[in-house]
């Protein structure tokens, strides 16, 4: 019995291990897209880091990324910044890819 306790603790731990991998990239993707939003609405320094920030408390609203993107996209419409649905998710996408490399390096 003690065995399958054993495994069964060991996936448990290996779950929980993955989904603090996957909060923590993306909570980092939420970042790196905030600073580059920022830079497409003209924010640079301590303006920048706090649009970062707002980008990552975005994600709170809902599952998923659409609450990040509605975020970004009314900001960019509400701005005159012209990147269509399409860049701004393939910028999430690409992001993304990053964050994760920086959170495994980190491991």
């Known amino acids: ?3 399958i306790n054993d495994r069964e603790k060991a996936f448990e731990n290996k779950f929980a291990h993955d989904e603090a ?3 923590k ?3 980092r993707r939420n970042k790196l897209l ?3 939003a920022a830079e497409k ?3 640079s320094g301590a303006d920048a880091d706090a649009y970062a920030k ?3 408390r ?3 609203e809902e599952p998923g990324d659409e609450d990040v993107f509605r975020k970004i996209r009314a900001d960019f419409d509400a701005a005159n910044i012209d990147q269509s649905d399409h860049q701004i998710r393939r910028t999430m996408d690409e992001l993304m890819a990053q964050a994760r490399e920086q959170v495994a ?3």
């Open 21 to 23: 991998l996957k909060f």
């Open 105 to 107: 390096k980190e491991g």
């Open 54 to 56: 707002a980008v990552i």
């Open 58 to 60: 975005s994600d709170f």
């Open 1 to 3: 019995m003690s065995g």
């Open 41 to 43: 609405l003209g924010k």
């Open 34 to 36: 905030g600073l580059w």
């Open 25 to 27: 990239a993306e909570a």
